[in-house]
């Protein structure tokens, strides 16, 4: 009997080792086949995105500096805190291609290139040269561990492959002088610059295939090294100009290849082609969510229409900019807001916090709300903004004060009703339920903007 019993419990224990642990939830995102104004992930549920991004995130060690008397640092742990803390799930995760660039009167370096400084020779900035053949593994393990710990905070992570502004934009002479494609910069006989007017705009193009075969390897190379993560998105290029639209074309289609060639598709963007293009390039790509260029997105947005997730970055609208309404008026029309944000500099910038505290209150709403079975619906409310899921739930805002109306005569369910003062961050909830059937008029219980939330009860 003590030996049947030993028997047992060894069979049982070699069970238990061997018995696969439970999958983690896929948090892989593709367009929402019920919506495609938002992303849908493993389980079919619908993921608003929303989140301040900043343009040393991947690229530059953790640092700290002075400008104009401020004392600014930057770390990626602390940033991922700042982002849990705010509420936010998404980043773009910036590509900064060239090695030093001038900054408050210093001079950034950049430590971190796709590619390994081989010499024989010196680059102009004083390092060896580019070897355009041979990857540095620092890099990528870099950025596989920026993924993974955005990760494990629950962030999903757009990991841009380009960045063209700084090619016909970024201040002279480090914009080219420290780009690797420059041809005093690499060993491999590359040069870029086709029209020497020391800018290099055309790599950003399909003019030089030999240029085009090096940015290929090293897409490659990047979706070999984070594919797997279920938290990754993908982003052509930063504001590279109108005569970059073929080439991004063209590394959108590259993109998705690789991804379906490895059962790992994940969705890829295209942010606004600036300058000389426009928002139609964007909506006739092959991309699955864009960024578009329009002051509307920060007064007034065009409601998403559902052909393309819209990414609504203040980046390509007006930089570092807007008001604490912008992320609320922009959840209503069914677009994502992102925020480019200098969190070093103003991290106790009362506007810029609320910004922040907005997108998060956001989200929260966005959790709550049936996304997959929503749409904007601006003639709903007086106010012009609502979200109208089959009126079994409605989301109204008012960006101003005091009451306004929501049309409710499509329905005579009887609703929950909760208010939510975007200001004190307080809910209110009504204590008797309310009927549809007509249109109602709504009487926020305090001062400034609101949002009101209605419930169908069942």
């Known amino acids: 009997m003590p030996g049947r019993l030993l028997l ?3 069979v049982l224990a070699a069970l238990a080792v061997s018995a696969p642990a439970a999958a983690a939830p896929d948090r892989h995102l593709r367009v929402l086949k019920a919506n495609g104004r938002y ?4 389980t079919g549920k619908a993921v608003y ?10 690229s530059a060690p953790d640092w700290s500096w002075s400008c104009g008397g401020a004392e600014s640092s930057f770390s990626w742990g602390g940033y991922l805190d700042r982002l849990v803390d705010h509420g936010h799930n998404f980043v773009r995760l910036w590509r900064i291609e060239h090695t030093r660039w001038d900054e408050c009167g210093g001079e950034i370096r950049n430590t971190f290139q796709p590619w390994l400084r081989t010499g024989p020779g010196t680059a102009l900035d004083g390092e060896p040269r580019f070897d355009l053949t041979r990857f540095d593994p620092a890099y990528f393990e870099r ?10 905070r629950g962030i999903y992570v757009s990991v841009m ?3 063209g502004w700084s090619l016909h934009a970024g201040e002279q002479p480090w914009s080219w002088d420290g780009h690797p494609f420059n041809a005093a910069n690499n060993v491999n006989g590359i040069d870029g610059d086709a029209n020497g007017d020391g800018r290099g705009t055309e790599i950003d193009t399909l003019a030089n295939p030999d240029v085009l075969a090096i940015q290929k390897r090293y897409v490659k190379q990047v979706v070999d090294a984070v594919s797997a993560y279920d938290n990754v998105l993908y982003e052509i290029a930063n504001e590279s100009g109108g005569w970059s639209v073929a080439w991004q074309y063209d590394l959108i289609r590259y993109v998705k290849a690789l991804g379906r060639a490895r059962r790992e598709p994940r969705p890829v963007g295209m942010t606004y082609p600036h300058p000389g293009s426009d928002n139609g390039a964007l909506y006739a790509s092959p991309a699955d969510w864009i960024s578009p ?5 920060m007064t007034s947005p065009p409601a998403a229409g559902g052909t393309k997730v819209i990414v609504s970055d203040t980046d390509h609208h007006c930089g570092i900019c807007g008001d604490p309404g912008w992320p609320w008026r922009s959840f209503m029309r069914g677009v994502n807001p992102i925020y480019m944000d200098v969190l070093d500099l103003d991290r106790f910038d009362a506007e810029r916090t609320a910004i922040r505290r907005a997108m998060g209150q956001t989200r929260r709403f966005a959790l709550r709300f049936d996304l997959a079975r929503s749409r904007p619906r601006p003639l709903l409310s007086s106010t012009r903004y609502a979200l109208d899921a089959g009126l079994r739930q409605v989301l109204a805002y008012q960006p101003g004060s005091g009451p306004f109306r929501i049309d409710l005569r499509g329905s005579t369910r009887r ?7 975007p200001g004190s961050g307080r809910t209110f909830r009504r204590a ?16 400034g903007p609101a949002a009101v939330f209605l419930r169908a009860i069942r």
Do not use: M
């Open 8 to 10: 047992v419990c060894a």
């Open 39 to 42: 992303f849908g992930d493993g």
């Open 49 to 58: 995105l929303t989140g301040s991004h900043v343009w040393w995130n991947l």
């Open 143 to 152: 950025l596989r561990h920026h993924v993974a710990s955005a990760r494990r």
């Open 161 to 163: 492959l380009f960045d």
């Open 293 to 297: 260029w329009s002051p509307a997105y």
């Open 415 to 421: 609703y929950a009703v909760e208010w939510f003062s």
């Open 432 to 447: 008797a339920p309310l009927v549809g059937g007509t249109v109602r008029t709504f009487r926020p219980p305090f001062a």
